[in-house]
């Protein structure tokens, strides 16, 4: 293992952790840069013996792009959930189902989960890897294929490039 390996274990999830520290910070300084920065070296750090048999990044840049996808689609979901919420009860929708994955990977599924969860209007209820599904509520659902579809489109299709599993 490489020194810069040692110092940043999962560079991705630095990434990730110093991106979110810099969205939720109330304002952006040099001591919130450098909180975020140490924060993003220390977590993995201390972290990395719960990630035993976790999948490499095979395309950083579809990560990158899915990130962003997950990050328009929670402020899009937040929208329409509210909408949905202030207004009549009746118009709602709400149902149980089953997201069928294509994912051998427990990590790569859970990651899915998080993604399905993270977005307002869903959650991922449990994750059945022997019948390869995700159960999932959605608040207002009336097409469930098209739900499914675009679960499996907009956040499962680039997993797989993403981990290549």
């Given at each position: 293992?490489?020194?810069?390996?040692?110092?940043?274990?999962?560079?991705?999830?630095?990434?990730?952790?110093?991106?979110?520290?810099?969205?939720?910070?109330?304002?952006?300084?040099?001591?919130?840069?450098?909180?975020?920065?140490?924060?993003a070296?220390?977590?993995?750090?201390?972290?990395?013996?719960?990630?035993?048999?976790?999948?490499?990044?095979?395309?950083?840049?579809?990560?990158?792009?899915?990130?962003?996808?997950?990050?328009?689609?929670?402020?899009?979901?937040?929208?329409?959930?509210?909408?949905?919420?202030?207004?009549?009860?009746?118009?709602?929708?709400?149902?149980?189902?089953?997201?069928?994955?294509?994912?051998?990977?427990?990590?790569?599924?859970?990651?899915?989960?998080?993604?399905?969860?993270?977005?307002?209007?869903?959650?991922?209820?449990?994750?059945?890897?022997?019948?390869?599904v995700?159960?999932?509520?959605?608040?207002?659902?009336?097409?469930?294929?098209?739900?499914?579809?675009?679960?499996?489109?907009?956040?499962e299709?680039?997993?797989?490039?993403?981990?290549?599993?």
């Open positions: 293992m490489t020194l810069a390996q040692r110092i940043v274990p999962q560079p991705f999830v630095s990434l990730a952790v110093l991106g979110l520290w810099l969205v939720i910070a109330s304002s952006f300084t040099l001591g919130s840069l450098i909180l975020g920065s140490v924060l070296l220390l977590i993995p750090i201390f972290t990395q013996r719960f990630w035993p048999d976790r999948p490499l990044v095979r395309r950083p840049g579809t990560a990158v792009r899915l990130f962003g996808l997950v990050c328009w689609d929670i402020m899009l979901a937040n929208w329409e959930v509210a909408r949905l919420v202030l207004g009549p009860v009746g118009r709602l929708h709400p149902r149980f189902f089953d997201v069928p994955i294509d994912l051998d990977d427990p990590f790569v599924a859970t990651l899915l989960a998080s993604i399905i969860s993270l977005t307002p209007g869903t959650v991922s209820v449990d994750i059945d890897m022997g019948r390869r995700i159960h999932v509520h959605g608040l207002d659902v009336e097409d469930e294929a098209a739900v499914i579809a675009t679960i499996k489109g907009r956040y299709a680039p997993l797989k490039e993403i981990f290549q599993c």
